[in-house]
């Protein structure tokens, strides 16, 4: 197939090799299985939106959560939730 193509608009789902993928996202894959690879703090498929773990707006704003510490052992910091006795 095809390589993908980044593309601004949101219509565009690489069914025809045209990926929707803004924020200084990275296009990658093949027509119909297209990816966007997003700078650190962007995600969601497209970079149009903060990434889980990181509040604010995009593209500049997209700031780390901090973490919260808990009494679960199994806490490692991954989903913001970490382990602190």
Known sequence: GDTCVASS???DDGSDGNFYCINGGVV???QGSCRC???TGLGDPNC???AAGYSGTPLDDCIADPCQA???PTDD???GNFYCI
Do not use: R
């Open 70 to 72: 808990t009494s679960n």
């Open 9 to 11: 608009s949101p219509s």
């Open 37 to 39: 690879t997003c700078p």
């Open 28 to 30: 990658g894959g093949i």
């Open 77 to 79: 910091g991954t989903d």
């Open 48 to 50: 149009a939106s903060c």
